[in-house]
């Protein structure tokens, strides 16, 4: 394909020099819009960054950035020697933005406008499928839904209805039900280390509630935010809704490089890890990077949003207590969920915030959806402290540590040669490679024609991905649907390597 002229693409960009916004960071959005809303096609070959820097009247250090953002996030990709070009094959999760943002677009030509915030807002992916309800083999972060305590929980329903208290029919606490926030700080304590009293303890609308709380209490737009790259999408949707300059930091064997990291940018204002069990790639940040991590951002007084969303399953190892135990100087906001522990749809999470935050994020929560449902509350309080929610998590470490033995076997069956999976000391999914050279975006789509859910390891990355891989959710699928799960990847797969 032709090469963009320059004075075709300036006119889909126009950058206000007056504007608080970074000119690089308009660069940016202008030319992601134009590829999301397919102004700009996949395959075109954009200009020079010379050549567009002089029509645009900035400089090529602006161009150079704003193409570094769109490479990263994989918009654009280059050839050697061959110029840079929109990614023929936009992943999934882009598409999904911008099938939102033309609506927003069309909402434009009906002359009603979107804020900058709700523009963001609707072009910001949240996860690789899960909008779309998907579950079954191998959706990575569904809980056995077949091994929900119903009975338990129609039966502690059932007795909070018969016997309510008008009390509990007004408007509760912004903070949440007071039981469930004593009976949380508890848990925290004795199974995670965490050092909080319950006035800490924020009830929140799943975790992805608690990582848009935090980005609107303690994020302004522009604001540098580290985070591990591979990541968790709805964190990185929640704090680049929020205006934040999301920039990856790679990981190594004990978790997030912090050395790299104050290499690429250390005027960060915020970093948002995964400590206990990294998302997606299962690693566990070592004690000694832990105590770096909070060093440095003691030195740099930068926040850290611990996301401790699957903690309780645990194979093999030791845990290592939370991260916010280690905190003296009240840095660290942690975040849990029911998510994984009982079902996503209960939407119920905690958020425990240092004793200063504490009022800004209740107003901040009473001002979002004033409470969560205090019934909802109720009955979960009474799962956890009549001692049904320990025992479900001990069933379901069980579960799901034989699901995992059995979709590995089955791989060891049926994919040998084509699939490397390794035994995953914790977590509900196995991160697997691909040989060198198969596109894992590839891969997931013929994958996905044969009914079978694969993210592709790259979706989760800012940066190149060093490897290609899959990721397999095994939690929430049964044995037989692990066996035919697989046993499709290895039709889908057969011609992909052939
Ligand atoms: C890293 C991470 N954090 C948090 C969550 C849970 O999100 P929520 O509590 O909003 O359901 C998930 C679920 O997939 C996750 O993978």
């Given at each position: ?159 909070r209805w018969r016997n309510l208290s008008s009390e509990l029919l007004g408007y509760g606490?912004?903070?949440?039900y ?196 205090t019934i909802?509350?109720a ?120």
């Amino acid at each position: 394909m032709n090469k963009l002229p320059t004075a075709l693409t300036s006119p889909l960009l126009a950058l206000d020099q007056s504007s608080t916004t970074p000119l690089y960071r308009q660069l940016y959005d202008g030319l992601r819009q134009a590829i999301l809303d397919g102004r700009i096609v996949p395959g075109a070959r954009l200009p020079a960054t010379r050549a567009l820097a002089t029509e645009l009247g900035v400089s090529r250090n602006t161009v150079m950035s704003a193409f570094d953002q769109l490479f990263a996030e994989g918009y654009l990709e280059g050839r050697v020697g061959d110029g840079t070009y929109v990614t023929r094959t936009l992943p999934d999760t882009l598409l999904h933005a911008g099938a939102t943002t033309m609506s927003a677009v069309a909402l434009q030509g009906t002359g009603r406008r979107l804020s900058r915030r709700g523009a963001m807002l609707a072009a910001t992916p949240v996860s690789t499928s899960r909008e779309r309800g998907q579950v079954g083999a191998f959706a990575p972060g569904i809980p056995a839904i077949d091994a929900f305590p119903f009975e338990t929980m129609a039966t502690l329903a059932a007795r909070r209805w018969r016997n309510l208290s008008s009390e509990l029919l007004g408007y509760g606490d912004p903070a949440g039900y007071r039981p469930l926030r004593d009976a949380i700080a508890a848990y925290l304590g004795a199974a995670r280390g965490v050092r909080c009293s319950a006035e800490q303890v924020i009830i929140v609308g799943g975790s992805q509630q608690g990582l848009d709380l935090t980005a609107r209490v303690l994020l302004d737009s522009g604001n540098v935010v580290w985070m591990e790259d591979p990541g968790y999408l709805g964190a990185r949707g929640a704090l680049r809704a929020a205006g934040a300059e999301v920039i990856p930091v790679p990981l190594d064997a004990e978790g997030l490089d912090v050395v790299a990291g104050n290499a690429r940018n250390a005027a960060v204002r915020l970093v948002y890890i995964t400590p206990s069990h990294q998302y997606p790639t299962g690693v566990t940040m070592s004690l000694t990077r832990r105590l770096a991590l909070l060093e440095w951002a003691t030195h740099h007084d930068a926040w850290i949003i611990e996301d401790d969303y699957d903690s309780e399953y645990r194979y093999a190892g030791r845990p290592l207590a939370a991260l916010q135990g280690l905190d003296r100087t009240g840095r660290v906001i942690y975040l849990g969920t029911f998510s994984k522990v009982l079902c996503p749809a209960i939407r119920l999470g905690y958020l425990v915030a240092p004793p200063d935050l504490v009022d800004a994020f209740v107003a901040a929560r009473a001002l979002a959806d004033r409470h969560a449902p205090t019934i909802d509350q109720a009955v979960l309080t009474d799962f956890i402290v009549e001692g049904h929610f320990a025992r479900h998590i001990r069933r379901m470490r069980a579960l799901y540590a034989e699901r995992q033995a059995i979709l590995l076997e089955a791989i060891e069956r049926e994919l040998s040669g084509l699939l490397d999976a390794r035994p995953a000391e914790a977590g509900m999914h196995l991160l697997t490679w691909l040989p060198d050279g198969i596109n894992d975006q590839l891969a997931a789509q013929r994958a996905a024609e044969y009914g079978v859910i694969a993210p592709p390891l790259s979706a989760y990355n800012l940066a190149a991905p060093l490897r290609s891989g899959v990721l397999l959710g095994y939690a929430g699928v049964k044995p037989h649907a692990i066996e035919a799960g697989v046993k499709q990847l290895a039709a889908a797969w057969a011609k992909l390597c052939g």
